[in-house]
């Protein structure tokens, strides 16, 4: 069976990776795609544990050491639980955050370091790597205004201080510039239907080289 394809979605608060998510996995059964939809940290019962306990408000005294381990955790279950399996099954698995995540998040944000946070999750990824990584890139003040106007609750990682979030995107950018073969930047400050169109642009253009390389 021809194995499958992994398409991440990364992004800083408020680029508005949940909406681009739905519209693209649209897309994608409407071709005729087999998909299976996640999020990390989550995608499974214990990764979803997790989660609760790093975007609780009440645990602001969470370590930043402590934070970067959980989320491998919950990428080590996710990975072997529901991942690995579905790529293998010859499925596209889109995820909402990945590895990319940890590094901008815990790796420049909380100034742990990309080469530590890489270290950490090397045995949690088992070699799963992204085939595709979409960044939606919107400046941090645009990102934190739309989620101040949302309805979504605040959560802990809604609640640092902006020079965070400058660290968090800075970072996010690095990482397209280092990986430019696999990351594709599309400007999600436009409306939510042309940020669509760009995305499963590039993603039926990415779809298309891996079917080629497949079939050579």
């Avoid at 790529?87 to 370091?113: H, P």
């Amino acid at each position: 069976m021809k194995r499958g394809f992994f398409i991440i979605f990364e992004g800083g608060e408020g680029a508005g990776k949940s909406i681009q998510v739905e519209i693209l996995v649209s897309h994608l059964h409407e071709e005729g795609y087999s998909v299976v939809v996640t999020r990390e940290p989550g995608g499974t019962r214990i990764g979803e544990q997790i989660r609760a306990i790093t975007h609780n408000q009440e645990n602001v005294d969470l370590d930043a050491v402590a934070e970067a381990y959980l989320m491998a955790a919950a990428r080590a279950q996710h990975v072997a639980q529901l991942i690995e399996p579905a790529i293998e099954a010859g499925k596209i698995v889109v995820c909402d955050r990945y590895v990319d995540s940890s590094i901008a998040y815990q790796g420049f944000g909380r100034k742990l370091g990309v080469d530590t946070i890489r270290s950490l999750n090397a045995l949690a990824v088992n070699g799963a790597v992204p085939d595709l990584t979409v960044l939606l890139d919107v400046p941090p003040e645009v990102g934190l205004k739309r989620r101040a106007k949302s309805r979504k609750g605040v959560d802990r990682l809604d609640m640092q201080q902006k020079d965070f979030y400058t660290r968090v995107y800075q970072g996010y950018l690095a990482l397209a510039k280092e990986h430019p073969n696999r990351y594709v930047v599309i400007d999600a400050s436009q409306a939510i239907e042309a940020v669509a169109q760009d995305v499963w642009r590039s993603v039926k253009h990415a779809l298309l080289i891996a079917n080629e390389s497949t079939n050579v």
